[in-house]
């Protein structure tokens, strides 16, 4: 009886002749009641004529004038629908992988059929089903995408394969493209425990075989803009996440070094009694592995308190200070000697420089003290340090005012031996912009800054530059878009990369930019760029600025 209805329900629905398995319930039924006229009638019954429906309403839209790219786009997009509404995980679940409809294949090649199984990935977390589909995308070659869909930390093969792939391809990346995926791989590896913990394994473990710098640098970033992520989605894991980091250090072996790193972790700044444990356990004939001293807070809270102005720290202090920050940035396990000589070298320079930031001269002495920081700024720790004194200057507008000019040569100086801390120089631009802009119009102090934030942005930092213009461009007058459009697009000249034309091309379609560039000059550059792109992202622009003449 079970099974007498089962066909005779499958008989009885909508369009019942065209369903692939149709057969299979004709050949039941006709065994059960012995009555093939029957099944004829059913079958006719049952025939709405759906598909052919369709059909002809394509044909209509196609005699109407619609693309046919534009018809498929539309059926294939309204399929999507149908299948995200009516999808049911319990009859998918109890499909065996070897069942598999073959349509699947050809499902996965379609970009928007991926984005549809993506999508109820991640609404039908561990379907059986859905998890061979996205181990189906991922050996076709899709695993970039698969890395944005958080559920598939859920399946471990799955996820341990996506990974591996995508670190692999990070490294070929430019800036702006790392940027993008980076949030996406952030979300997947901080979905679970599991997932986090494996991860940073992986990546130490990548970090510790190399011998390339860039390829460490690159590794080294991912897992520290991870544990970042994690430490503001899980806050409450803290304590958690720093014991992983120091394990993966090494750091078991070391009990006390590890407890006064887990003090300087837990209370953000670097105590008297701190800097002096390090000291002793750094300046004996066994000291603990180099990559401790590394952390970025460490480093940081050293950093601060040697540079910050007006800082009093002396004596005992600023020596041992001084040594643990030179040996961070100079040494290794190895301890050679030329190593040694490096550290002796970089502590002096440090000393130096680090005098001149403490005391914070003014006026005339500032001339003469900033060439002693400018001679310096080849070491890449003494430049972090200048970093940080002009940054705590730069927000004080009474000694930002008249030493403007000294630390914008520094930090162009920076900008051109430091490709790292670029970002830095960018952010401290930024704050001082924002800052300093006012309702009345601009003043040469704005000119200049945006003339700064401009050449940071053609030695590399372009579209973090982009995205903040775009959003203050709201706080400017349209002199200073006008003077903001015009230096850049005399500064960066074609061929533009696709992404650099479309971020611009969106503030170039803002109204207020529209209503600030109608002289001749701005619209003719405007024109001019447009031209050099890619048509199908600015090709509306010469709508809004085709010059009068």
């Known amino acids: 009886l079970i099974e007498m209805s089962i066909a005779e329900a499958k008989l009885t629905q909508e369009d019942s002749i065209l369903e692939p398995d149709i057969l299979v319930h004709v050949s039941e039924y006709v065994r059960i009641h012995q009555n093939p006229r029957e099944v004829i009638q059913k079958l006719s019954a049952a025939y709405q004529g759906y598909g052919q429906m369709c059909k002809i309403l394509v044909k209509w839209l196609k005699t109407a004038g619609v693309d046919q790219s534009e018809i498929d786009a539309s059926t294939e997009t309204i399929l999507q629908h149908m299948v995200v509404d009516s999808f049911d995980v319990s009859k998918a679940a109890k499909i065996p992988p070897e069942n598999v409809p073959h349509l699947l294949d050809?499902?996965?090649?379609?970009?928007?059929?991926?984005?549809?199984?993506?999508?109820?990935?991640?609404?039908?977390?561990?379907?059986?089903?859905?998890?061979?589909?996205?181990?189906?995308?991922?050996?076709?070659?899709?695993?970039?995408?698969?890395?944005?869909?958080?559920?598939?930390?859920?399946?471990?093969p799955l996820f341990a394969e996506v990974l591996h792939r995508h670190i692999l391809n990070s490294t070929h990346l430019q800036e702006h493209d790392l940027n993008s995926k980076l949030e996406d791989f952030?979300?997947?590896?901080?979905?679970?425990?599991?997932?986090?913990?494996?991860?940073?394994?992986?990546?130490?473990?990548?970090i510790q075989n190399q011998t390339n710098p860039q390829i460490i640098y690159h590794f080294k970033r991912l897992s520290e803009e991870l544990e970042q992520h994690a430490r503001k989605s899980h806050e409450k894991h803290g304590k958690e996440i720093d014991r992983v980091k120091l394990l993966l250090l090494r750091a078991n072996d070391y009990p006390d070094e590890m407890q006064t790193i887990i003090d300087v972790l837990t209370s953000k700044q670097i105590s008297p009694a701190t800097i002096k444990r390090l000291f002793d356990s750094y300046s004996n004939s066994n000291p603990p592995p180099i990559e401790l001293l590394r952390i970025p807070e460490v480093l940081n809270g050293l950093v601060s308190q040697l540079f910050e102005p007006h800082n009093s720290i002396f004596g005992d202090e600023l020596d041992r200070s001084l040594y643990i920050l030179s040996y961070a940035c100079c040494m290794t396990d190895a301890r050679t000697a030329e190593e040694i000589s490096d550290r002796e070298e970089t502590e002096k320079v440090l000393r130096d420089v680090q005098q001149v930031c403490q005391s914070n001269p003014q006026n005339q002495e500032l001339v003469d003290s900033a060439r002693l920081v400018k001679e310096?700024?080849?070491?890449?720790?003494?430049?972090?340090?200048?970093?940080?004194?002009?940054?705590?200057?730069?927000?004080?507008?009474?000694?930002?005012?008249?030493?403007?000019?000294?630390?914008?040569?520094?930090?162009?100086?920076?900008?051109?031996?430091?490709?790292?801390?670029?970002?830095?120089?960018?952010?401290?631009?930024?704050?001082?912009?924002?800052?300093?802009?006012?309702?009345?119009?601009?003043?040469?102090?704005?000119?200049?800054?945006?003339?700064?934030?401009?050449?940071?942005?053609?030695?590399?930092?372009?579209?973090?530059?982009?995205?903040?213009?775009?959003?203050?461009?709201?706080?400017?007058?349209?002199?200073?878009?006008?003077?903001?459009?015009?230096?850049?697009?005399?500064?960066?000249?074609p061929p533009y990369s696709q992404s650099f034309s479309s971020a611009l091309t969106i503030i170039l379609r803002n109204d207020k930019v529209f209503r600030s560039c109608q002289d001749y000059e701005i619209k003719e550059m405007i024109r001019t760029f447009s031209d050099s792109c890619n048509p199908p992202q600015t090709q509306n622009l010469n709508l809004y600025f085709s010059p009068k003449k």
């Open 186 to 206: 952030k979300k997947v590896c901080c979905y679970s425990q599991t997932a986090y913990l494996y991860t940073q394994v992986l990546l130490t473990r990548i």
């Open 376 to 493: 310096n700024l080849k070491f890449p720790v003494v430049s972090m340090g200048a970093l940080h004194w002009i940054h705590h200057n730069m927000k004080d507008e009474s000694s930002y005012s008249s030493a403007m000019s000294i630390y914008l040569e520094l930090l162009r100086e920076i900008i051109q031996q430091h490709p790292v801390q670029r970002i830095h120089v960018f952010n401290i631009l930024k704050e001082s912009l924002q800052k300093n802009l006012i309702p009345e119009g601009p003043t040469q102090t704005d000119k200049i800054l945006v003339d700064h934030i401009i050449y940071v942005m053609i030695h590399g930092v372009v579209h973090p530059a982009l995205q903040f213009f775009e959003v203050i461009l709201k706080q400017f007058s349209p002199e200073l878009i006008r003077y903001f459009l015009l230096q850049t697009l005399k500064a960066i000249s």
């Open 106 to 156: 050809q499902m996965v090649e379609s970009k928007q059929n991926r984005n549809m199984l993506y999508h109820l990935a991640e609404d039908h977390e561990g379907c059986p089903f859905l998890e061979y589909a996205l181990e189906l995308i991922a050996s076709k070659g899709h695993s970039n995408e698969i890395v944005a869909i958080e559920s598939t930390a859920t399946n471990f």
